[in-house]
Structure formats: C-alpha cells, structure tokens
C-alpha cells in the first residue's frame, strides 16, 4: 500500500492514532543505515505498491564540523504515524516533516542538538510535505517542516497554522542515465525537458505521494500540457521518499539503464555514491526549481492537545543564528557544497516564492 493511500486510510478517517510502538523506527546518527535493500524493480504498473528502501543509506556525517553533533543525546526517533496523545508527555513534540531533511541527514544533526538545548524529545514523521501538512491541519502534530508554499499558504489561510518562518531553500533538478536517451541536456526550461522525456517515451519515475516534490513535479508537467494524470506507459508513481525514489530509478528497467526523475538537491548529494544517476538538467535560477522550507506551527486555539510552547521552541530553534549557521556548512565538509542555504530574515518574494 502506497504512502498516499496509508494516509487517507490512517488520518483522514479520524484522529484516532495507531500507537507508537506499532510503528517507531529507532535509528542512531545514521537514520536509515541498516535499512534492507530496495525490493526488486518494479513494474510500471505496481511501482506505486512496492515498498522500497534506499539501496545504501546515505551518510550522515555531513554535519558542518564534529563540534556541531551533541556528545550525548537520546537517538532521533522517526515514525510513519502519529503517536497517541495519551502517550505523549509535555517533554515531548511531534514533528510532521519532508521525507527530504531526513534522507539528506539534516535532522539527525539538528535534532539531537534541540534536545540537548531544550529538554524536549521529538517525535519525528517523516512522511512528505503534503501528508505532513494534513497532519497539522488535523492536530495530529505540533510543528511542521515542509516545502509546498502553495499548500502551506492554504493551511495558514485555512487558520491551521500559526507562526510560519522562512527556514532555507536549495534546488529541484532532473537526473537520470549519462546516456540520457531523451537527449533532455541544453533544454531551454525544464518543462523543454519534461516533454523531451514524454516524447521519447522514456521511463519518468514519480515520488505520487503527494509530496512537495512531488506537488514541485505536477506543476512542471501541468506547464508542459501532458496529463500524467491519465498514467501513461512511460510514468510510474513509487509512493516512496525521495531516496527509495532515487534507487528505484536508478535501477531502471530489464536493459539496466535507469530511468528519469526530479530530485532535490540535498538528497541527490546524500544519495549520490549510491545511485547511478547524473544531474541532466539543472537552472537554480528558474522559478519553478527553486525548493523552499519552511517551519510552521500548529495553531493551538485549534486544538486543545497541541504542545504550543515545545512548538514555539522547536521554531525558535530552527531560526536561531547558530542552527541557520548549521544549515548553511551542512554538507560542506562531505560534498564539497551546501545541502541547503538559510534564508531567515529574508523575503519569500527575495527567492522567488510562489
């Protein structure tokens, strides 16, 4: 069963919860390194029902220095759904996020160092942006990092959402095989791109889960007039994350050549030794590439079991001097370049937001 439909089945139905212990997946440092190999390829009719796993987790010691990881702090605690209210302390926050800042390794910097400072524990779900935000909007968790500024400018609009800060931005471009048979490179625009792939029929891999990648991906296609909607033979929707969507394309098909997809930059980085994929396409100056992130609260008045003061501490956090300084050398060391750029204090309109 894919993400999306896990979702509509577990949360929209009510706010009843499955409990913690069903679901938690306790991971050190390295939050997906014992992680099993991906299942086989999928065809492209069941790609979107297949589980996958990255086929090596990437490597979280992309921390901007040794200094920046605490010396002692409880693991960071990821979950594919929210825990029981009832089992929640006023120590404890639940995070709905992208799939994105977990795959690059991002949190497991970041979180640890928060709960050594704050005396909170968070419980993260990593789920993708638009499953995340229905959290939110349900009161299922109390702060949300996301990067869909549509669907996050409806959650404010909607009064689900309190105290949204510009957090940091990086990139969305097209990877695929170095043989790149659709010939996408010196495409004008990435929708150019987008309908070089169409036109050859070659094999375009789809995160489908609702995602802000995947909502980013909807709209190039939209721009380009194909209806991927309609499913044709050369689309496959994985409902996975990021990096189980990158080791899917990257395995390809029966002749071995991989596939198509968009990525976002910081995960692309984290998963690049472990995936066969190169950048094809790529224009950070375009509008419809630039990825931006953002930290929201859950509006308290909406819902009475909403940890508000943890909330405000975790944004207080996130766009603090010293972890935008984190954010900023993240990756450095490793990659040789930023996984993502801090933006606080800046304008959205300065990016180019939607």
């Not at 029902?49 to 921390?63: D, K, L, V």
């Not at 050549?257 to 995936?275: E, I």
Request: glycine share 8%.
């Amino acid at each position: 069963m894919s993400l999306t439909n896990f979702l509509r089945s577990k949360f929209l139905r009510s706010f009843t919860v499955l409990a913690l212990t069903a679901s938690l997946v306790i991971t050190a440092v390295s939050c997906s390194s014992s992680a099993p190999a991906p299942s086989p390829t999928p065809s492209k009719s069941a790609a979107a029902s297949a589980p996958a796993s990255p086929a090596a987790s990437p490597s979280t010691s992309a921390s901007p220095s040794p200094s920046a990881k605490p010396t002692s702090s409880p693991p960071v605690v990821y979950a594919t759904s929210a825990p029981s209210r009832a089992s929640i302390t006023t120590k404890d926050i639940i995070l709905s996020t992208t799939t994105s800042v977990r795959d690059s390794g991002l949190l497991d910097v970041l979180i640890p160092i928060f709960q050594n400072q704050t005396g909170y524990q968070v419980k993260t779900i990593a789920i993708g942006t638009g499953p995340a935000i229905v959290m939110g909007a349900r009161g299922d968790s109390d702060v949300m990092l996301v990067h869909d500024p549509p669907a996050e400018v409806k959650l404010m609009n909607d009064g689900n959402g309190t105290n949204r800060q510009l957090l940091a931005h990086n990139d969305f471009f097209v990877v695929g095989p170095s043989s790149d048979p659709a010939k996408i490179k010196g495409s004008k625009t990435v929708a150019e791109a987008f309908s070089k792939i169409a036109a050859a029929n070659a094999t375009f891999v789809s995160r489908g889960d609702n995602s802000g990648t995947n909502s980013a991906e909807l709209r190039i296609w939209n721009a380009t007039g194909i209806d991927v909607s309609k499913k044709p033979s050369w689309y496959i929707s994985t409902g996975q994350g990021m990096g189980a969507t990158l080791s899917i394309t990257s395995q390809g098909g029966k002749d071995g050549v991989p596939y198509y997809t968009l990525s976002d930059r910081a995960t692309y980085l984290a998963y690049k030794k472990n995936v066969q994929l190169d950048i094809l396409y790529e224009n950070s100056s375009e509008p419809a590439l630039l990825n931006i992130y953002h930290v929201i609260q859950v509006n308290p008045d909406r819902f009475k079991d909403i940890n508000a003061a943890g909330a405000k501490a975790f944004v207080d956090f996130m766009i603090s001097p010293d972890t935008q300084k984190l954010i900023g050398q993240f990756g450095v060391a490793q990659y040789g370049q930023p996984l993502f750029f801090p933006d606080y204090g800046k304008k959205e309109s300065d990016l180019g937001s939607v």
